[in-house]
């Protein structure tokens, strides 16, 4: 077995790159479930966002223009699902699976004219003199804006939950919507507001394959991510950083199944290509064991007057 | 709640209003595999499907149904095609064979087609085109351009058809370059642009400067473009977005007249099962224009390949070959026959690396 055709140096950049688009659509999502909402629609959002992004990229030939049109997209499009499950009181999982195709749909009418057009690149950080150390270098000092963004996000995501007053409120509509509602909380309105935070989230991942990964418009090429994200939230049992570890295995296993197959290792590909949704299988068969880690009120319709 | 039933209730009556149409058009119905817009496999056959409804008018109406998963999936939606009135259903993978064999069964008035496969039944046919005749030209293309002697694949399941454009890709390319080495990774997908855009970039980091796809989407042509200095050839469609470099030319799927030609016959009465699998010469594998980043005398050659294939005079598959474990699969001068190549399962010789099981 030569793995040394492999450069790890490019690989780790590789994965890099392939984790983002997760990364930003989880840590959307998991602020979105740790209040209590369960929205299936990532997929709908991150490809609307995908095409929000690609299309005023290309219009102001700015490339973080369109990733704040991204975000803008995916918030918008997240509110007919707030709209649907907060103030109809219509059931989550069908609202989530309704999101998901309807953005697909509106995706494809509105990237009609974007097929075959090359976007606006985002160029690399520029971190001087630092990039130039051997291996850190190119490996982690190497990469666009956004990849340090996600990143940022997810710290951020963790401090405020953890440390915050706003995090301390946003756990306890997600665990208990009554007590939360007694303590005079307005549980619509703070779930509205992190839903739209989810959309936002996922729709800068779906940005970041349309104007970084891939980088091109193509109709329904988030071909499953959202979903990826979905379980990795509950791989991640709800917790930021663990998140991070999940988005990079995920990640990470897609780019070495591919890497050893182009050095010609024989190894069984279908094995590696299944392993991150056994990895999420198992982790859920763990976790069941432990009823307190899913938030308390997930998925569960919130009115003041039950 | 109250709302939300309204809804669900403007919903079914729209749909019951829809299925009241008219019966005396000729319902074609189409499953695909990837989007209508992914730019390659399914947009050809869809440019197929409008090309149908131009030449017939009020007479036909076609339905379609997109990104249909290959497997159970495609039962339930080729059930409903012909439960709600198609005469006639053209299925667009490899995947739903055994499904349309499945549902036909239970329709025997209704005529089904399907794209690429070996099973057929009195209502089933099958068509498919003789992609490995462009993927010679492709690959002697690929031959001469290398510099690196490197050449990508990226694969997309491990079936003969794909099994078969490798081969005969290969076989072309060594003819021209007799130092080629191929390099190839299976993506277990037909449609899923990020990953066959990582294939690509994994394939051109290994050192590839030439990557050819069996993939649906543009994805590779815009990894190669951002690596630079790397050839592709557009798949299944003529994906001249990408022309003049690194797209310097394409395999196009013309499936318009085979659509046409089916469709009347179904109007006619004359419909019968049978099997075509066409190639350049009746024009269902198209060449897409060879571009100036190709040096001239290399074009020359390639076209001349073309006009041998088209006239029958040169098959792609002659012998020698051996096979991969070097046993001998042609003699000399010995022509591939149409049942082997069909179900081919086996690399030639000089390929490196195993088919999946």
Same mark, same amino acid.
């Given at each position: 077995?030569?793995?040394?055709?492999?450069?790890?140096?490019?690989?780790?950049?590789?994965?890099?790159?392939?984790?983002?688009?997760?990364?930003?659509?989880?840590?959307?999502?998991?602020?979105? =479930?740790?209040?209590?909402?369960?929205?299936?629609?990532? =997929?709908?959002?991150?490809?609307?966002?995908?095409?929000?992004?690609?299309?005023?990229?290309?219009?102001?030939?700015?490339?973080?223009?369109?990733?704040?049109?991204?975000?803008?997209?995916?918030?918008?499009?997240?509110?007919?699902?707030?709209?649907?499950?907060?103030? $109809?009181?219509?059931?989550?999982?069908?609202?989530?699976?309704?999101?998901?195709?309807?953005?697909?749909?509106?995706?494809?009418?509105?990237?009609?004219?974007?097929?075959?057009?090359?976007?606006?690149?985002?160029?690399?950080?520029?971190?001087?003199?630092?990039?130039?150390?051997?291996?850190?270098?190119?490996?982690?000092?190497?990469? !666009?804006?956004?990849?340090?963004?996600?990143?940022?996000?997810?710290?951020?995501?963790?401090?405020?939950? %953890?440390?915050?007053?706003?995090?301390?409120?946003?756990?306890?509509?997600?665990?208990?919507?009554?007590?939360?509602?007694?303590?005079?909380?307005?549980?619509?309105?703070?779930?509205?507001?992190?839903?739209?935070?989810?959309?936002?989230?996922?729709?800068?991942?779906?940005?970041?394959?349309?104007?970084?990964?891939?980088?091109?418009?193509?109709?329904?090429?988030?071909?499953?991510?959202?979903?990826?994200?979905?379980?990795?939230?509950?791989?991640?049992?709800?917790?930021?950083?663990?998140?991070?570890?999940?988005?990079?295995?995920?990640?990470?296993?897609?780019?070495?199944?591919?890497?050893?197959?182009?050095?010609?290792?024989?190894?069984?590909?279908?094995?590696?290509?299944?392993?991150?949704?056994?990895?999420?299988?198992?982790?859920?068969?763990?976790?069941?064991? !432990?009823?307190?880690?899913?938030?308390?009120?997930?998925?569960?319709?919130?009115?003041?007057?039950? | 709640?109250?709302?939300?039933?309204?809804?669900?209730?403007?919903?079914?009556?729209?749909?019951?209003?829809?299925? @009241? $149409?008219?019966?005396?058009?000729?319902?074609?119905?189409?499953?695909?595999?990837?989007?209508?817009?992914?730019?390659?496999?399914?947009?050809?056959?869809?440019?197929?499907?409008?090309?149908?409804?131009?030449?017939?008018?009020?007479?036909?109406?076609?339905?379609?149904?997109?990104?249909?998963?290959?497997?159970?999936?495609?039962? /339930?939606?080729?059930?409903? $095609?012909?439960?709600?009135?198609?005469?006639?259903?053209?299925?667009?993978?490899?995947?739903?064979?055994?499904?349309?064999?499945?549902?036909? &069964?239970?329709?025997?008035?209704?005529?089904?087609?399907?794209?690429?496969?070996?099973?057929?039944?009195?209502?089933?046919?099958?068509?498919?085109?003789?992609?490995?005749?462009?993927?010679?030209?492709?690959?002697?293309? @690929?031959?001469? $351009?290398?510099?690196?002697?490197?050449?990508?694949?990226?694969?997309?399941?491990?079936?003969?058809?794909?099994?078969?454009?490798?081969?005969?890709?290969?076989?072309?390319?060594? %003819?021209?370059?007799?130092?080629?080495?191929?390099?190839?990774?299976?993506?277990?997908?037909?449609?899923?642009?990020?990953?066959?855009?990582?294939?690509?970039?994994?394939?051109?980091?290994?050192?590839?400067?030439?990557?050819?796809?069996?993939?649906?989407?543009?994805?590779? &042509?815009?990894?190669?473009?951002?690596?630079?200095?790397?050839?592709?050839?557009? &798949?299944?469609?003529?994906?001249?977005?990408?022309?003049?470099?690194?797209?310097?030319?394409?395999?196009? !799927?013309?499936?318009?007249?085979?659509?046409?030609? /089916?469709?009347?016959?179904?109007?006619?009465?004359?419909?019968?099962?049978?099997?075509?699998?066409?190639?350049?010469?009746?024009?269902?594998?198209?060449?897409?224009?060879?571009?100036?980043?190709?040096?001239?005398?290399?074009?020359?050659?390639?076209?001349?390949?073309?006009?041998?294939?088209?006239?029958?005079?040169?098959?792609?598959?002659?012998?020698?070959?051996?096979?991969?474990?070097?046993?001998?699969?042609?003699?000399?001068?010995?022509?591939?026959?149409?049942?082997?190549?069909?179900?081919?399962?086996?690399?030639?010789?000089?390929?490196?690396?195993?088919?999946?099981?």
């Amino acid at each position: 077995m030569d793995l040394s055709a492999i450069n790890p140096v490019l690989f780790i950049a590789g994965f890099l790159v392939a984790a983002t688009p997760l990364i930003f659509a989880a840590i959307g999502e998991l602020v979105v =479930e740790r209040t209590g909402v369960l929205n299936l629609g990532v =997929e709908g959002m991150m490809i609307a966002g995908a095409i929000c992004g690609f299309a005023v990229a290309v219009e102001t030939g700015s490339p973080l223009a369109g990733f704040a049109a991204a975000a803008v997209g995916g918030a918008v499009i997240s509110l007919l699902f707030a709209f649907l499950t907060q103030v $109809m009181l219509a059931n989550q999982v069908a609202s989530g699976l309704a999101l998901t195709l309807f953005g697909l749909g509106l995706s494809a009418l509105l990237g009609q004219s974007y097929v075959g057009i090359k976007p606006p690149r985002l160029g690399d950080v520029d971190f001087g003199r630092l990039a130039d150390i051997p291996v850190i270098g190119p490996v982690l000092l190497s990469h !666009d804006l956004m990849l340090y963004a996600a990143l940022a996000l997810v710290i951020t995501v963790w401090v405020v939950l %953890k440390f915050t007053r706003l995090g301390l409120i946003l756990r306890a509509v997600g665990e208990n919507h009554d007590a939360a509602h007694a303590l005079g909380y307005k549980v619509v309105r703070i779930r509205t507001a992190a839903i739209m935070f989810g959309g936002a989230c996922a729709g800068l991942g779906g940005a970041y394959i349309s104007l970084i990964r891939v980088p091109q418009w193509t109709e329904g090429m988030t071909a499953g991510v959202g979903w990826i994200a979905l379980a990795l939230v509950v791989f991640a049992s709800w917790k930021p950083l663990r998140l991070l570890i999940g988005a990079y295995l995920f990640g990470g296993l897609v780019q070495l199944q591919l890497n050893l197959q182009a050095v010609g290792v024989a190894i069984p590909v279908e094995y590696l290509a299944m392993s991150p949704y056994v990895i999420t299988i198992v982790v859920l068969v763990i976790l069941s064991a !432990d009823k307190t880690a899913a938030p308390g009120s997930l998925g569960r319709n919130f009115h003041a007057s039950s | 709640m109250k709302f939300t039933k309204l809804l669900t209730g403007a919903t079914l009556a729209l749909a019951l209003a829809g299925t @009241a $149409m008219a019966q005396d058009k000729t319902k074609v119905g189409f499953v695909f595999v990837g989007p209508v817009g992914d730019g390659g496999w399914t947009y050809e056959h869809n440019q197929g499907r409008l090309a149908l409804e131009e030449e017939f008018g009020d007479k036909v109406e076609t339905v379609f149904v997109e990104s249909v998963a290959e497997g159970p999936d495609a039962t /339930r939606v080729i059930t409903d $095609m012909a439960l709600k009135g198609a005469d006639l259903i053209f299925t667009t993978s490899f995947g739903y064979m055994d499904q349309t064999v499945e549902v036909a &069964q239970k329709f025997p008035n209704v005529k089904f087609e399907h794209a690429t496969g070996y099973k057929r039944a009195d209502n089933v046919s099958t068509y498919s085109a003789r992609f490995y005749e462009g993927r010679a030209i492709q690959g002697h293309i @690929a031959g001469k $351009m290398t510099k690196s002697n490197i050449v990508g694949y990226i694969g997309s399941y491990p079936i003969p058809e794909v099994i078969r454009g490798i081969n005969s890709a290969f076989i072309h390319a060594r %003819k021209a370059n007799p130092d080629v080495e191929f390099k190839i990774v299976w993506a277990y997908t037909w449609f899923d642009p990020a990953k066959e855009a990582d294939a690509a970039k994994v394939l051109i980091e290994q050192g590839a400067d030439v990557v050819l796809q069996h993939t649906d989407s543009t994805a590779p &042509q815009a990894a190669a473009q951002e690596a630079g200095d790397v050839v592709t050839f557009g &798949q299944a469609s003529d994906m001249a977005q990408y022309a003049p470099f690194p797209r310097v030319s394409s395999i196009i !799927d013309d499936w318009a007249p085979y659509y046409i030609a /089916r469709t009347k016959a179904v109007m006619d009465g004359t419909w019968t099962s049978t099997d075509t699998w066409d190639g350049i010469g009746p024009g269902m594998v198209a060449i897409g224009e060879i571009t100036d980043a190709v040096p001239a005398e290399v074009k020359e050659e390639a076209l001349a390949l073309k006009e041998a294939i088209a006239s029958g005079e040169y098959h792609p598959f002659t012998g020698p070959i051996n096979k991969q474990d070097g046993t001998q699969w042609l003699a000399d001068g010995e022509v591939a026959d149409d049942g082997t190549l069909a179900g081919m399962n086996f690399f030639v010789e000089g390929i490196t690396g195993d088919i999946p099981q």
